[in-house]
């Protein structure tokens, strides 16, 4: 059973993933972890793992949490404790080490009483086992092996898209297991010669790896800002999809990194070429053709965006892990040229807010006109909630009818050269109008921060004022979503002219119909 703890250990598993992951990686991870950037989608997944974790050790009754997170030696000893004098119960994250190589085990369940025999589970925060879990899981398996516990078999236990919960904290088949045992042995083997060459790679200077493909695979690593600085204003990387990432590549091989360089005829697909154009002239391309199809929609006009969270462990009653719900919008109406009111919706209750989020989207958007979104993402939505609420199935579908995606339409006819390759809205819109800014917003500026507010703000410990300084974030970054549609509209109308002055403050220059704020956080039907 486990040693005591070597002075060679210096692995960890996290560690040798790394490795995996790229030898520089490894390297800077222990060498100048100052370099490291975790930014807030790796710390939301990060919190989403612990989540899931904690409900799994909920689920195995009668288990033994092994803790001493910090402490090593104490957590070799505990673990080796627990599996002398209660060999019949689960433990949770013991620690095992071979060789120098530690491990922590999510969930350790003997087969019989008497611990003659262990069931390894690794507990994964997924939808499905994925390739880059197995030599995780094979990693955990060799240590506790080599430290002398009997493995019958080794599992991944990951969330069931299909499960809907029920409610009360019933959280009973939220996780399908998958034996990985035959899949992970022929990995078992290699776990030696892993740690081996990562060892050679700590012994050594920095590796001299080049930025590629593993850079965002299986994870967007945290070193990238260290590794990938932008090699030129325009880079060749700028060019989109993934025939674009392909040209950047030969590009980059042929000694082009700024895409200024690029001599014109290298390139001959359209959007490339357009992009191409644009950035070496350094000037913004508009097609007439945009004027002619937005001119046609008509009025009134309704410029719509939606705010979801798609929580992994389902919140609320009749959800699944990981299904997208809708819970605030934005909706500037234009019902003739140039006059907008504005209405917005954010519940704040942490109750489930898509029912009152369809009641309050269908009144406000009427019977007629278009709706101008920027993705296919709000037909979902909208679909998704005709599925859940079958008495408003037909006026929702009908809203999705009258849908108008800009998106499509400003790829095919604009392109400026500060867009640098991409259309997102952030993208587009300081080159349509360079008085709004999404940077000048507080702490929301973009999808993934919306949706940590929207989860801080429903959390019953967060405290009333941060609360408030929360939903006002979140009202101000979603009003700015649907402002953006009507510049960027106005702007393609008017072939690049651009309405400004007025707009500068565009809050205090909207007129409000209607507002739907929740605050009430238990109990009780919201204003
Ligand atoms: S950014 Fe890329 S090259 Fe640099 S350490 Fe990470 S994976 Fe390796």
Redesign the pocket.
């Given at each position: 059973m486990n040693a005591a703890p070597s002075r060679t250990h210096g692995l960890s598993k996290s560690r040798l993933v790394a490795w995996l992951?790229?030898p520089?990686?490894l390297w800077?991870e222990v060498n100048r972890p100052d370099l490291r950037l975790d930014d807030l989608a790796i710390r939301r997944r990060f919190a989403v793992g612990h989540q899931v974790g904690a409900l799994a050790r909920d689920l195995e009754a009668g288990g033994v949490l092994v803790g001493h997170e910090d402490d090593l030696a104490a957590a070799l000893e505990d673990t080796r404790r627990a599996l002398d004098r209660l060999p019949g119960k689960p433990l949770f994250e013991p620690a095992f080490q071979h060789d120098g190589l530690l491990v922590r085990i999510d969930l350790l369940l003997p087969e019989d009483s008497a611990g003659s025999r262990h069931h390894l589970v690794e507990v994964k925060s997924t939808a499905s086992v994925k390739g880059y879990h197995l030599p995780d899981a094979a990693i955990q398996a060799w240590v506790a092996s080599q430290a002398g516990l009997h493995l019958s078999r080794v599992s991944i236990a990951h969330l069931d898209t299909g499960f809907i919960y029920p409610g009360n904290g019933d959280y009973r088949g939220l996780f399908h297991w998958s034996d990985v045992s035959e899949r992970i042995a022929s990995l078992l083997d290699q776990v030696p010669g892993w740690t081996s060459r990562a060892r050679t790679v700590l012994a050594a200077g920095q590796p001299d790896?080049?930025?590629?493909d593993?850079?965002a695979t299986p994870f967007d690593?945290p070193?990238?800002h260290?590794?990938?600085p932008p090699a030129a204003e325009y880079p060749v990387t700028l060019l989109p999809h993934r025939r674009g990432k392909t040209l950047a590549r030969e590009l980059a091989a042929e000694g082009f990194n700024d895409l200024r360089d690029v001599p014109a005829g290298r390139i001959v697909d359209p959007l490339q070429q357009r992009i191409h154009d644009a950035t070496r002239n350094g000037r913004a391309v508009l097609d007439p053709e945009a004027a002619a199809q937005i001119g046609a929609v008509g009025w009134p006009r309704y410029y719509l965006d939606f705010e979801t969270i798609a929580f992994a462990v389902p919140a609320w009653a009749g959800t699944r892990p990981y299904q997208a719900l809708p819970f605030q919008w934005s909706c500037h109406t234009e019902s003739a040229p140039g006059q907008l009111r504005h209405a917005d919706f954010l519940d704040t209750t942490g109750q489930a807010p898509m029912r009152r989020f369809a009641e309050r989207l269908l009144a406000t958007l009427g019977k007629t006109g278009a709706i101008i979104v920027y993705s296919a993402y709000e037909r979902r939505i909208l679909d998704g909630l005709a599925r859940a609420f079958p008495d408003l199935a037909d006026p929702l579908r009908a809203v999705a009818d009258r849908l108008f995606d800009l998106l499509p339409l400003t790829r095919a006819h604009y392109y400026h050269p500060a867009m640098k390759g991409s259309w997102s809205i952030k993208a587009v819109l300081p080159t349509v109008a360079p008085d709004l800014d999404y940077g000048a917003l507080g702490e929301v500026q973009d999808g993934t921060s919306a949706q940590a507010a929207y989860a801080e703000i429903i959390d019953p410990a967060t405290p009333a004022e941060r609360r408030a300084s929360l939903t006002d974030a979140l009202l101000d970054y979603c009003r700015l979503d649907t402002l953006a549609l009507v510049r960027l509209a106005w702007f393609s109308e008017e072939g690049g002219r651009n309405r400004t002055g007025n707009w500068a403050t565009a809050r205090s220059q909207v007129e409000y119909d209607f507002r739907y704020i929740s605050v009430t956080l238990s109990g009780g039907e919201n204003p």
């Open positions: 992951q790229c520089r990686r800077l790896i080049e930025p590629g593993q850079c690593c070193f990238q260290h590794c990938c």
